[in-house]
Antibody
Framework: QVHLQESGPGLVKPSETLSLTCTVSGGSITNYYWSWIRQAPGKGLEWIGYIYYSGTTNYNPSLKSRVTISVDLSKNQFSLRLRSVTAADTAVYYC???????????WGQGTLVTVSS | DIVMTQSALSLPVTPGEPASISCRSSQSLLHSNGYDYLDWHLQKPGQSPQLLIY???NRAPGVPDRFSGSGSGTDFTLKISRVEAEDVGVYYCMQTLQIPYTFGQGTKLEIK
């Protein structure tokens, strides 16, 4: 059974960089896409972007200028960096495994990141 | 961006009764390969979303057969043949045809 676990700081100051890591266990990170999706408090879901195990990425244009997703095959992990954060970036951040047709079949439990001074 | 619209924000249902949730997309989700790139996810209270239906009508592994997806093009429906108490939560449709992937605003299924 594939398991995903997000980790990283729960509090980030405005204008700084949000950094999260997703650790994949129970399966290899190779041959799949891996996504980040977020959910602001009380709101719906927003797709941030994905990375293929080879390193190819695709981002939501609304966040593209501030987002970088990377992968570390040796650690079976992938990561999210979101620069110049504001309060609007406060959300639960989920990582997921994404299949070729785009559907996310496994999700992490999510981690709340609050942007505040 | 493709806009996904779920017509009902809330859906009260009596256990044992059927339920139907609608989702409409601003553009056709039908790929040239014949599949509709439309998924349904359920977010149970306090949990992360879980995949129910992919490519419009395919149940994900482990999903009970009381859940079914239908529709094509721009209009889609998730049906639950007999609602159970464990089905409560927010149901989201999601399109994966075009970047950025986008979600509907969610339909909250509640037990009467």
């Amino acid at each position: 059974q594939v398991h995903l676990q997000e980790s990283g700081p729960g509090l980030v100051k405005p204008s700084e960089t949000l950094s999260l890591t997703c650790t994949v266990s129970g399966g290899s990170i190779t041959n799949y896409y891996w996504s980040w999706i977020r959910q602001a408090p009380g709101k719906g879901l927003e797709w941030i972007g994905y990375i293929y195990y080879s390193g190819t990425t695709n981002y939501n244009p609304s966040l593209k200028s501030r987002v970088t997703i990377s992968v570390d095959l040796s650690k079976n992990q992938f990561s999210l960096r979101l620069r110049s954060v504001t309060a609007a970036d406060t959300a639960v951040y989920y990582c997921s495994r994404t299949l070729n047709d785009g559907n996310s079949d496994y999700w992490g439990q999510g981690t709340l990141v609050t942007v505040s001074s | 961006d493709i806009v996904m619209t779920q017509s009902a924000l809330s859906l009260p249902v009596t256990p044992g009764e059927p339920a139907s949730i609608s989702c409409r997309s601003s553009q056709s989700l039908l790929h040239s390969n014949g599949y509709d790139y439309l998924d349904w996810h359920l977010q149970k209270p306090g949990q992360s979303p879980q995949l129910l239906i992919y490519l419009g009508s395919n149940r994900a592994p482990g999903v009970p057969d009381r859940f079914s997806g239908s529709g094509s093009g721009t209009d889609f429906t998730l049906k639950i043949s007999r609602v159970e108490a464990e089905d409560v939560g927010v149901y989201y449709c999601m399109q994966t045809l075009q970047i950025p992937y986008t979600f509907g605003q969610g339909t909250k299924l509640e037990i009467k």
